[in-house]
């Protein structure tokens, strides 16, 4: 297994659309990106409330105009609305 783990890259590159907005993984640099999977949110009346297909949208939204970020996520909240037998499309079609 140490064998292996010698073989790993100290840094990668991660490929964006545009070649300007690349982001390197790895060296002295942090990137950051939103936190994933949250099961729960609280909105702006302070209630905590199970995440929808709608929130995920609005997370994404902001993810990607937000300047500080180097990568929006694609899995921010879990919409608890939705089965879960499809709700794997709908995040990836929400991300899009």
Do not use: C
């Amino acid at each position: 297994v140490m064998e292996l783990i010698k073989t790993i890259p100290s840094r990668i590159e991660y490929f964006a659309r545009d070649p300007a907005k690349n982001v390197e993984l790895g060296g002295p640099k942090s990137i950051f990106v939103p936190m994933t999977g949250a099961p729960f949110m609280r909105d702006l009346d302070d209630v905590r409330r199970g995440p929808t297909i709608a929130d995920l949208g609005t997370f994404h939204k902001l993810a990607h105009m937000m300047p500080a970020l180097h990568s929006s996520a694609h899995h921010i909240v879990e919409p608890m609305d939705l089965v879960v037998a499809h709700r794997h499309l709908h995040i990836t079609y929400s991300s899009m």
